[in-house]
C-alpha cells in the first residue's frame, strides 16, 4: 500500500480532481468579470487624453514604454514612440471582449491590450497589473469555450473535458492569486504605525491630490473628524482585506461572500477616491474567481463521441 495514499495532501488533491467535473468554464461569471475588466480598461482608454497617457513622469519619456521588447506593445506597433493609432486598437479589443464574440480567442487579445497598458501607459493606477494576471488566467479558463457568443447559456455538454480540468486549475490558481494579493494587503499595513493606530484614513481622506471632494468628502471628513470614525475606517479596511483573502480560500460556497466584500469595499474606494477603474478591474477579477461548482457533474462527450438527442441522466 502506498504510504502516502492515506495524507492530508493526497486527500486534498483527491477533493480537487472531484471538482473538476462539476466546474464549468463557460459559467456566466467568467464572461461578466472579464467584461468589467474590460469595461475599466475602456473607460481608461476612451476618456484619457492621449498626451496624459503617455506623459513624460519623473525622467522616464515615451521612448522608454516602446524599448524591448515593449516594441510589441499594442499602443507601440513597432514604433520607437507609443501612438494614438494603438489606443484606438486597444479600444476595438475591448469592445470585443464586452461583446462576448469567439471568447476562446478573443481572451488572447485581451491579453495583449492588459499587458500593453501595464507596461506602455505612464501613469498606471494598480488595476493594470492586476488586469495583466487576471487576464492571462481567464484565458485559459475561455480555452474550453467554444461558443461564439459567451453572452448565449451554454450547452449541457462539454466536448473537451481536458480544457475543463485546466480551466478549474486556472479558476483556482486566480483565486489563490487573489486572496494573496487581499491578505498580504491587509496584514502589511499592520507594519505601519497610521495604520496600526488606527489614524491612517483620517491623512487620505485629507490628501489634497487624491482625497475625496465635494459632499463625500464633507461626509467623509466629518465621519473621520472623531477617533471611532477613524479608527473604523482604517481598521475596517484591514479587517475586510483579510476576510477576503480567507473566504476566497475556503470552500466555493464561502467565496461569494467574498466577492460581495470586494464590492463593498472596493465601490467605497471608488466612491471616496475616485479610483473607477482600479475598483472595476478588482470586481472583474473577484467575479471569476469567486467561481461556482455545480451541484451535479457536467455531461461530457469525447472526440469522437456523438451528442444524444436527449441528454441521459446524470447519476
Known amino acids: 500500500m502506498n504510504p502516502l495514499s492515506f495524507t492530508p495532501l493526497s486527500g486534498a488533491l483527491r477533493a480537487l480532481a472531484r471538482n473538476i467535473p462539476r466546474f ?16 475599466a480598461q475602456l473607460l481608461t482608454l476612451g476618456l484619457t487624453n492621449w498626451t496624459n497617457l503617455t506623459a513624460t513622469i519623473l525622467g522616464v519619456s515615451p521612448h522608454a514604454h516602446c524599448e524591448p521588447p515593449r516594441q510589441f506593445s499594442t499602443f507601440c506597433l513597432g514604433q520607437q514612440v ?9 479600444i476595438a479589443i475591448l469592445l470585443l471582449v464586452m461583446s462576448g464574440v469567439f471568447p476562446r480567442y478573443i481572451s488572447i487579445l485581451h491579453i495583449w491590450v492588459s499587458i500593453s497598458m501595464n507596461i506602455s ?22 480555452a474550453a469555450d467554444a461558443r461564439i457568443c459567451a ?5 449541457r455538454t462539454l466536448a473537451r473535458p481536458g480544457l475543463q480540468a485546466i ?22 499595513k499592520i507594519a505601519v504605525p497610521e495604520w496600526l493606530d488606527g489614524s491612517a484614513m483620517y491623512f487620505i481622506l485629507r490628501d489634497p491630490y487624491f482625497g475625496p471632494s465635494g459632499s463625500v468628502g464633507d461626509i467623509m471628513r466629518t465621519v473621520s473628524d472623531t477617533a471611532p470614525g477613524t ?4 481598521w475596517g479596511t484591514i479587517i475586510l482585506e483579510c476576510v477576503i483573502g480567507v473566504l476566497l ?19 467605497g474606494i471608488a466612491i471616496c477616491l475616485g479610483l473607477w477603474s ?33 441528454p441521459a441522466p446524470v447519476t
Open 24 to 39: 464549468d468554464p463557460r459559467a456566466a461569471n467568467v464572461q461578466i468579470g472579464r467584461s468589467l475588466i474590460a469595461l
Open 82 to 90: 507609443p501612438t494614438a493609432a494603438g489606443q484606438w486598437v486597444g
Open 121 to 142: 501607459l505612464s501613469l498606471p493606477d494598480g488595476g493594470e497589473a492586476v488586469a495583466a494576471f487576471a487576464t492571462i488566467f481567464i484565458a485559459i479558463i475561455t
Open 151 to 155: 453572452w448565449v447559456p451554454p450547452s
Open 167 to 188: 480551466g478549474y486549475a486556472a479558476a483556482l490558481a486566480l483565486n489563490i492569486q487573489l486572496a494573496g494579493l487581499y491578505l498580504e494587503s491587509g496584514l502589511s
Open 231 to 234: 479608527a473604523i475606517l482604517t
Open 249 to 267: 480560500l475556503s470552500s466555493w460556497h464561502w467565496k461569494k461572500y467574498a466577492l460581495a466584500l470586494i464590492v463593498t469595499l472596493h465601490l
Open 278 to 310: 482600479f475598483a472595476l478591474v478588482m470586481m472583474g477579477t473577484g467575479t471569476v474567481a469567486a467561481y461556482r461548482l455545480r451541484s451535479r457533474p457536467h455531461a461530457t462527450l469525447s472526440a469522437n463521441a456523438q451528442p444524444r438527442s436527449t
